[in-house]
């Protein structure tokens, strides 16, 4: 049974996240003050944390997480957030919003298993009228040609008959507290035209900054992958153009400033392209172009750009400490940051890692300093040792910022860098003064 499509959302939707990372918890939250929601992860201890209020992502503003957990507590309530990795609590539930990771494998293809996991999950609770709605990051096609024959074949259920679709791009900025999940407009999309109105309008209840409903899932799938692709490529622009600066002996960031004093020049910046999206989601658009029979030049180019800078950037500053005559096997080299960007404990696809790797290969001693990251996770993801406080008495031949964290911005160079030692600052964010080069 198709669910009854209002101007206002019908008041029968009841919501599970599923996935509750940097996109799906604050998601629940938001809903959670207006719609029952289930919280569902298969990490049950991820679900323990959320449940005492906790977030270890950092994402959530606490106070009111631990107000719409309250809220749910209240007999009758008819709002309110629940956390669960129990699947059988999803029976419960009739919207199922679907924000698990879609990262790229070794070969640099779409890694769709958690995708189709949550799908055969899902589609194993299914029932008459429930719709499922994907928020991850996929190609054009995926959800209807990929997911959608999950469902239908775990349910038992007939796609736009008894079940139904949509997909809304997710926005989410990690360690954004201004550009929050309600301020970023949303593209909405259905399966069917009655479905998309119920979507737009689902969505619509929660984002303060308007919904915009695409005219097909497929064009929703397209915008989220263009919009990082864009990104992606203007930045692969700007990282060649350090490239071919640094050749030339001029310093990037005084370019950039010279010719941002015209209206329509795009003032990117060159630095590490890594995280969940822009070094991720052009490679899903490629996935699908080739598969077409297409083969992009301009996208793949771009990311070969910058999945070059980690590399330019530790044989730079090797240069850089022979040219003051330093011994570099066994020298000291510290790298400050490690999570994809600043001030935001998420290390995914990090592209700081190229530069450690690079280093090892140099035979120098490398300690990555970051107070943000969980050193477990580093461990877990990437089989490195992290420190989250340095020190007072270690001194480093060269000093590498890597990530602007707000810490390192008053960070005491001085204390810690040897008299002839190196700093090169990627991140262009301290006295330049200081720093032998920077990006």
Known sequence: MQPVVQQHVPENSRIAIIGLGYVGLPLAIEFAKKYPVLGFDINSDRVKELSKGQDRTKEANLDELKQVIQDRKKEGAPTGLTFSSDKKDLSQYNVFIVTVPTPIDEFKSPDLKPLLSASSMLGSILKAGDVVIYESTVYPGCTEEDCVPVLEKTSGLVFNKDFFAGYSPERINPGDKVNTLTKIRKVTSGSTPEIAIYVDALYASIITAGT????????????????????????????????????????????????????????????LVG????????????????????????????????????????????????????????????????????????????????????????????????????????????????????????IYDGI????????????DFKKYKRNNGVIFDTKACIDRNLVDCRL
């Not at 822009?278 to 180019?301: C, F, R, T």
């Not at 910022?401 to 960070?411: D, G, P, Q, S």
Request: glycine share 6%.
């Open 212 to 271: 915009h409903k695409a005219p097909s899932i497929k064009v929703a799938e397209a915008s989220k992958a263009i919009e990082n692709a864009q990104r992606d490529i203007n930045i692969s622009f700007v990282n060649e153009l350090a490239l071919i600066f640094d050749k030339v002996g001029i310093d990037t960031n005084d370019v950039i400033e010279a010719a941002g004093t015209k209206w329509n020049f795009l003032k990117y910046k060159p630095g």
């Open 275 to 394: 995280g969940h999206c822009i070094g991720v989601d052009p490679y899903y658009l490629a996935h699908k172009a080739e598969a077409l029979g297409y083969h992009p030049q301009v996208i793949l180019s771009g990311r070969r750009v910058n999945d070059h800078m980690g590399h330019f950037v530790a044989n730079k500053i090797v240069k850089l400490m022979i040219e003051k005559d330093h011994k570099i096997k066994g020298s000291k080299i510290l790298i400050m940051g490690i999570t994809f960007k600043e001030n935001c404990p998420d290390v995914r696809n990090t592209r700081v890692v190229d530069i450690y790797h690079e280093l090892i290969d140099f035979g120098l001693d490398v300690t990555i300093y970051d107070p943000w990251a969980d050193s477990e996770e580093v461990k877990h993801e990437y089989g490195l040792d992290i420190v989250t406080s340095l020190n007072e008495n270690e």
């Open 400 to 411: 590498i910022i890597a990530v602007a964290h707000k810490e390192f911005l008053t960070f």
